[in-house]
């Protein structure tokens, strides 16, 4: 499917979606810090569209993202085995659960569930038109920087021409101990994306002044409103 010509995201009528009693009632306190609606809108993610939602967790961008893309779409929510054991917000349901809940709840069919690692998702090259990547590329990147290199090699092997990942993450500043804190410098993650061939755009939607960076991501004085960057990775034509 082509999408220069197809219909642009329907802001409104999203948020209207994710604001119904479908929707895990937790998830709507993440929405002022995260803006999902707004970062998809700046992504140009529009109805009918392939989407991965990588480290899906808990699901809370895979419910946006099946509500965006509508039943013409697909949303892939994609976890391992070990991801899917870890606590949800270390309350007492594993993240396996809460997705389950959120896709039975949301009765969101356009969603296939991958427990697989990146390197056996079984997605065809060239299948997908948005990735999603939420708060999780530092992971990747902090033990060791060529680990993200790599993954976004096969995410883009995984996109379509023209195709789009969508990049946020805690912004974290040069001469922290931004591994033990969960964050990653802006420029770290353009200079990643650059050197696996992305052309990059970014955003300042999601800055928050308030954080203080000396902090890891989980302190509850910051109350998990970090600031954070947003970046859109174009696989060239």
């Known amino acids: 499917m082509q999408f220069a010509a197809a219909q642009n995201l329907d802001t409104d009528a999203l948020r209207r979606a994710i604001s119904g009693p479908d929707r895990d009632v937790t998830d709507f306190v993440r929405d002022d810090a995260r803006k999902p609606v707004e ?42 085995p070990r991801g899917l054991r870890f606590e949800e917000d270390r309350q007492e349901i594993t993240q396996g659960e809460a997705l389950d809940n959120k896709i039975r709840q949301g009765n969101l069919t ?19 038109d948005l990735i999603m990547v939420a708060q999780t590329l530092h992971d990747s990147y902090n033990p060791n920087p060529d680990r993200a290199l790599e993954m976004l090699l096969q995410l883009k092997a995984l996109l379509k021409p023209g195709g789009i990942i969508g990049i946020t993450d805690h912004i974290g500043l040069a001469g922290n101990d931004n591994r033990e804190m969960h964050r990653m410098e802006t420029q770290q993650a353009i200079d990643v994306a650059e050197q696996a061939g992305f052309l990059v755009e970014s955003s300042e939607l999601l800055r928050s002044l308030s954080d203080d960076h000396t902090r890891a991501i989980f302190d509850p004085r910051l109350n998990r409103n970090t600031d954070r960057f947003l970046l859109k990775l174009l696989k060239p034509l």
Not at 48 to 57: N, P
Not at 58 to 79: D, R
Not at 120 to 125: F, R, V, Y
């Open 110 to 128: 356009n969603v296939t569930q991958i427990v697989r690692s990146l390197a056996e998702i079984g997605l065809p090259e060239n299948s997908l």
């Open 39 to 80: 970062v998809l809108d700046f992504l140009g993610l529009k109805p009918g569209m392939q989407v991965l939602d990588l480290y899906a967790a808990g699901g809370y961008y895979t419910f946006i993202l099946s509500k965006a893309v509508g039943p013409e779409g697909t949303v892939y929510a994609q976890n391992t």
